[in-house]
């Protein structure tokens, strides 16, 4: 079968894009529901996360995107999260770098509402936000949404667990009636199914099943007699992951769980919802740049975490719902890589058990007891993070950064991983080994011409 994105109805420039950033196939979602997204129709979208499912609703909505003549968005993206939210205008800014002027705009609590009002009053083409947000500008009447043409309803199901399906039923009252309506969901409950009907005309329905999408190697290890946090300790131990998330239940149990995986010398991060947005932002950044080895969160993590080749995903506490855990384990094992999950079980507790047949199925038991408590020394992270103080707002560029370091400081292309350029503040992503000497370097040379201050990020 012919997966190439060639064989689309798409613009050459959008086939340009897609190659230059590595998007020579399609993934089975994409091939599946883009023909009838393109063709203007509904859709329902049955997939897990890692899919593709993001670049497949943001090559639709983008393609339908027309010179109206006025400065009301066209399409509208709801989800259930910050932190999904900025994840998928991410993906459709990537997707519209040669369209000119257009303008994604995020609509999310968390924020003060003031910007976005501004941002709103100079235009925007597509709007990507939670329903409680979007729905609070629609009453303040500072979003117009007469002129849309496409809603997308992404993780539908965890939006209707969120409580969110009055709001959601409440801006969906306020677009046209011949809008297009595209809905994704990891699982088809009746919940999923009901708000389909509501808002759909004769959807196509398009369904990606497990085996269809990357492997992920599912170990169940019993807490007897070592408890949990010992269990976890050997766990990490023995498979020793470049890149982990650790996921708790509570915060205060993601502080502890941190504050014990660092004293046996792993590289912790820790990313729970008592966190301000700005330090959850800056610690997702952290880790998606390699700074630290393990992430240990709570649930608000487990949807729109966009970080690559995350090796290893670990339930400390196991959810409540088969879903979650599904969603967690979508961490791991994207775009065609290989990934492990590990859950810490407690045996003499039967809902644990439960969860975990509804979501694997028949499992083998293994005993964290049975895994040496000699473990080697847990890997140092790759990379580290340099930040530098100027950004967007004195023009500093990705290249400039890369040339500074290389033709004037002297160090190679691959010792350089992921720059984020904020408007008064760069992150540098760089080896380990070379980044004190780049420090010095920065501190005491220029790039482009210009005197900045380095430090280590924390």
Same mark, same amino acid.
């Given at each position: 079968?012919?997966?190439?994105?060639?064989?689309?109805?798409?613009?050459? @420039?959008?086939?340009?894009?897609?190659?230059?950033?590595?998007?020579?196939?399609?993934?089975?979602?994409?091939?599946?529901?883009?023909?009838?997204?393109?063709?203007?129709?509904?859709?329902?979208?049955?997939?897990?996360?890692?899919?593709?499912?993001?670049?497949?609703?943001?090559?639709?909505?983008?393609?339908?995107?027309?010179?109206?003549?006025?400065?009301?968005?066209?399409?509208?993206?709801?989800?259930?999260?910050?932190?999904?939210?900025?994840?998928?205008?991410?993906?459709?800014?990537?997707?519209?770098?040669?369209?000119?002027?257009?303008?994604?705009?995020?609509?999310?609590?968390?924020?003060?509402?003031?910007?976005?009002?501004?941002?709103?009053?100079?235009?925007?083409?597509?709007?990507?936000?939670?329903? !409680?947000?979007?729905?609070?500008?629609?009453?303040?009447?500072?979003?117009?949404?007469?002129?849309?043409?496409?809603?997308?309803?992404?993780?539908?199901?965890?939006?209707?667990?969120?409580?969110?399906?009055?709001?959601?039923?409440?801006? @969906?009252?306020?677009?046209?009636?011949?809008?297009?309506?595209?809905?994704?969901?990891?699982?088809?409950?009746?919940?999923?199914?009901?708000? @389909?009907?509501?808002?759909?005309?004769?959807?196509?329905?398009?369904?990606?099943?497990?085996?269809?999408?990357?492997?992920?190697?599912?170990?169940?290890?019993?807490?007897?007699?070592?408890?949990?946090?010992?269990?976890?300790?050997?766990?990490?131990?023995?498979?020793?992951?470049?890149?982990?998330?650790?996921?708790?239940?509570?915060?205060?149990?993601?502080?502890?769980?941190?504050?014990?995986?660092?004293?046996?010398?792993?590289?912790?991060?820790?990313?729970?919802?008592?966190?301000?947005?700005?330090?959850?932002?800056?610690?997702?950044?952290?880790?998606?740049?390699?700074?630290?080895?393990?992430?240990?969160?709570?649930?608000?993590?487990?949807?729109?975490?966009?970080?690559?080749?995350?090796?290893?995903?670990?339930?400390?506490?196991?959810?409540?719902?088969?879903?979650?855990?599904?969603?967690?384990?979508?961490?791991?094992?994207?775009? !065609?890589?290989?990934?492990?999950?590990?859950?810490?079980?407690?045996?003499?507790?039967?809902?644990?058990?439960?969860?975990?047949?509804?979501?694997?199925?028949?499992?083998?038991?293994?005993?964290?007891?049975?895994?040496?408590?000699?473990?080697?020394?847990?890997?140092?992270?790759?990379?580290?993070?340099?930040?530098?103080?100027?950004?967007?707002?004195?023009?500093?560029?990705?290249?400039?950064?890369?040339?500074?370091?290389?033709?004037?400081?002297?160090?190679?292309?691959?010792?350089?991983?992921?720059?984020?350029?904020?408007?008064?503040?760069?992150?540098?992503?760089?080896?380990?080994?070379?980044?004190?000497?780049?420090?010095?370097?920065?501190?005491?040379?220029?790039v482009k011409n210009r005197n900045f201050k380095a430090r280590h990020a924390t």
């Amino acid at each position: 079968m012919d997966t190439s994105f060639s064989k689309l109805n798409l613009d050459s @420039a959008y086939l340009s894009t897609l190659d230059n950033l590595g998007y020579l196939q399609m993934t089975p979602i994409q091939a599946e529901a883009l023909p009838p997204m393109l063709e203007g129709k509904d859709v329902i979208g049955h997939a897990q996360t890692g899919t593709g499912k993001t670049a497949a609703f943001a090559l639709s909505l983008l393609s339908r995107l027309e010179s109206t003549g006025e400065d009301y968005p066209q399409a509208l993206v709801l989800c259930p999260t910050r932190e999904l939210a900025a994840q998928i205008a991410k993906e459709i800014r990537r997707l519209a770098t040669h369209l000119s002027n257009t303008k994604v705009l995020i609509l999310c609590g968390g924020h003060s509402i003031r910007p976005q009002i501004e941002s709103l009053s100079h235009g925007a083409d597509i709007i990507v936000g939670t329903p !409680g947000r979007v729905l609070d500008h629609l009453e303040r009447e500072t979003l117009n949404l007469d002129y849309l043409s496409t809603l997308v309803l992404d993780e539908a199901d965890r939006m209707l667990d969120m409580g969110f399906f009055e709001d959601v039923e409440s801006i @969906a009252d306020q677009t046209p009636m011949d809008r297009q309506t595209l809905l994704f969901s990891a699982t088809l409950n009746e919940e999923v199914e009901h708000l @389909a009907d509501i808002f759909q005309s004769d959807p196509v329905r398009i369904s990606v099943q497990s085996d269809e999408i990357s492997p992920i190697q599912s170990k169940v290890y019993s807490i007897e007699r070592l408890g949990r946090e010992e269990s976890l300790l050997r766990v990490m131990g023995h498979h020793r992951p470049k890149s982990a998330v650790v996921f708790c239940n509570m915060r205060v149990t993601c502080d502890d769980v941190g504050e014990s995986l660092s004293r046996e010398g792993h590289s912790v991060l820790i990313l729970h919802g008592g966190m301000e947005q700005r330090d959850r932002n800056k610690t997702l950044m952290l880790f998606d740049q390699g700074s630290a080895c393990v992430l240990v969160a709570t649930d608000v993590a487990a949807r729109g975490l966009d970080v690559e080749n995350i090796e290893v995903v670990v339930n400390y506490d196991l959810p409540k719902q088969a879903d979650i855990f599904t969603h967690r384990i979508g961490r791991t094992g994207r775009a !065609g890589r290989e990934g492990i999950s590990i859950s810490l079980l407690d045996d003499r507790k039967s809902h644990h058990i439960e969860v975990l047949e509804e979501a694997l199925g028949q499992f083998e038991i293994l005993y964290a007891k049975h895994l040496s408590e000699d473990y080697p020394r847990p890997r140092a992270p790759e990379m580290e993070t340099v930040e530098m103080n100027g950004g967007k707002k004195v023009k500093l560029r990705a290249g400039d950064i890369v040339g500074a370091f290389t033709n004037d400081f002297g160090f190679s292309k691959s010792d350089i991983g992921k720059i984020k350029i904020l408007h008064y503040v760069t992150f540098v992503a760089v080896k380990r080994e070379i980044a004190k000497e780049l420090i010095d370097r920065i501190n005491y040379g220029k790039v482009k011409n210009r005197n900045f201050k380095a430090r280590h990020a924390t």
